[in-house]
């Protein structure tokens, strides 16, 4: 039984698995049809994917050997530990079918890799790779994880995502249709969004198949578009300070469907990189803190959703 007063990973890894595992991030050299021309050019306006790619995350290495590295990196610890390959950085569906399988399947043929994750974009799953990522499913562990962002068409066009909210039910529709683990990211903070439309997403996204859900606050990062928007019209950015951006935190999830697995409430980017907000909180100290306010404002995921409110 989850004693936490939200749906965590850790617990829903349970139900796939009887060992320890690990995502092993994975850079496989896609790149983005909000890049390439194909959707836009200069991608998302707040995106820079140096921002996460560990250091044994390189295009250079083949994906075993990323897979190689980042066994050694986690194994000291727990030597039998097994591994989810997670494709993180830009489109991980972005290529033909049978470049996609070569790739997925070269992870998947690595020792001690029991599954994917595959991070992509709402606007790129066509039905021949659903049907294959199907296939697939019955024999592995296969989570898709959707860059949905924000539910208001009005912010994806302004932060140049290049698609709109429709595409993201769609495709989230569609890939857990098809038997596949569904999973979202959404970025709380984004200009333009204020406290009742960021709650609003908790609710539109809670209408929606999904078994996973990554938050992650709005950050600013160096050499992007969004980071020049900053610097020339502070006034219309909100910068959560911690305390603030765990209340949004509580409010978000006290209105998402109870079942719908929280994987994350924050993202973290390299110091060098990250112009704000500078929190100096690692993963476990941020979820401490909001455990303490959960508990203080006797506070549980699904306590505004509208199915539990009597």
């Not at 990062?221 to 006034?235: L, S, V």
Request: proline share 4%; hydrophobic share 35%.
């Amino acid at each position: 039984m989850n004693e936490k007063p939200y749906a965590d990973f850790t617990t829903f890894l349970k139900k796939y698995f009887q060992e320890k595992v690990q995502k092993i991030s994975i850079n496989a050299g896609f790149t983005c049809p909000n890049r390439d021309g194909s959707k836009g050019r200069g991608g998302c306006t707040y995106c820079n994917n140096q921002t996460f790619s560990p250091e044994y995350c390189h295009t250079g290495k083949s994906i075993s050997e990323q897979l190689q590295d980042g066994f050694r990196f986690f194994g000291r610890k727990y030597p039998d530990m097994k591994y989810l390959a997670y494709f993180q950085a830009y489109t991980n569906t972005y290529a033909e079918l049978d470049t996609l399988r070569n790739k997925y399947e070269e992870a998947l043929k690595t020792s001690g890799v029991v599954g994917l994750i595959i991070g992509t974009r709402p606007d790129c799953m066509p039905e021949k790779l659903l049907d294959y990522l199907a296939e697939l499913s019955q024999r592995y562990f296969v989570l898709v994880e959707y860059g949905v962002e924000t539910t208001c068409d009005d912010t994806l066009k302004r932060i140049n995502r290049g698609h709109t909210f429709a595409d993201s039910v769609d495709a989230i529709q569609r890939t857990a249709d098809a038997g596949i683990l569904t999973g979202a990211h959404m970025i709380l903070g984004l200009p333009g969004e204020d406290r009742n439309m960021i709650i609003s997403h908790a609710e539109k996204l809670s209408q929606l198949p999904l078994s996973t859900l990554k938050l992650h606050q709005l950050q600013l990062i160096r050499n992007t578009r969004m980071a020049h928007e900053y610097a020339e019209n502070p006034e219309q950015f909100h910068i959560y300070d911690v305390d603030e951006y765990i209340d949004l935190v509580i409010d978000f999830i006290e209105h998402l469907r109870p079942d719908i697995t929280v994987e994350r409430f924050i993202s973290q980017s390299p110091d060098d990189l990250l112009i704000v907000p500078k929190w100096g909180l690692k993963n476990y100290e941020f979820t401490a803190r909001l455990l303490n306010r959960m508990a203080l404002r006797d506070s549980r995921q699904g306590k505004k959703y509208p199915a539990l409110v009597v």
